[in-house]
C-alpha cells in the first residue's frame, strides 16, 4: 500500500503543473514528450520505490530473513511496481481537471483493484465473480511477483507470468502516456 498510494499519488503534480501554465510550456518547448513523460513517471516512481525500499528495511520484523541477492530482487520488484502503478497515475491525471476529481477517482479505481489483488487473501481461496476479478486485476501479478521475490509460499500466479504481466502493463501504461503526450501537444500547437 506503501508503494501503490505514493506512486498513484505523486502524479497529482501532472494537474498543478497544467494549472500553473508549467505543464504547457513543456509541450511547447523542442523537448521530445516522451522526455516529459519518462521524466515525471521515473521521478515519481523512484520516490515510492524510495518508500517501498525503506518500509523493507523492517521485513525481518515480519519474520522474513532476506540476504543480498534476495533484497535486490525484492527492491527491483518494488520499483517495477512502482514504475508501473506510477504509469496508472499518469494516465488518470493526464485527463483530469481537478485534484479533488484525481482523488475520487482514484480511490474509486484503487482500493477494489487492492482488494481484490491478492493483498488481502490469496488468489487460490477467491471462490466465483471475485476470482476472475481477480485474475484480471494487473495488480495481482504485482502482489504475486513480490510474494515470489519474497518467497512466500504457494503463491499464485507463477513468478514468471506475474514479472511478464506486470512488465507487459507497465510498459502498455508507458506506451499510452505517450501518446495522451503526443495528442495533447498536438491540441496546443493547433
Known sequence: MTVMFSAIFSTISIIEDRREGFLLSMLVSPAPRTSMVLGKILGAATLAWIQ??????????A?????????????GAIFLISFTLTGLGF???????STAGFHAIMNLLLLP??????????????QGWVKWIMWANPLTYSISLLNHTLAVPNVTPGAVESLVVTVAFGVGLL????????????RSAA
Do not use: D, H, N, Y
Open 52 to 61: 517501498g525500499v525503506i518500509f523493507l528495511l523492517f521485513a525481518p520484523l
Open 175 to 186: 506506451l499510452v502516456c505517450g501518446v495522451l503526450a503526443a495528442q495533447k501537444s498536438t
Open 91 to 97: 494516465v488518470i491525471a493526464w485527463k483530469m481537471e
Open 113 to 126: 483493484m487492492w482488494m481484490v489483488s491478492g493483498a488481502l487473501f490469496p488468489l487460490s481461496e477467491a
Open 63 to 75: 519474520g522474513f530473513r532476506l540476504g543480498l541477492a534476495e533484497a535486490l530482487a525484492v527492491a
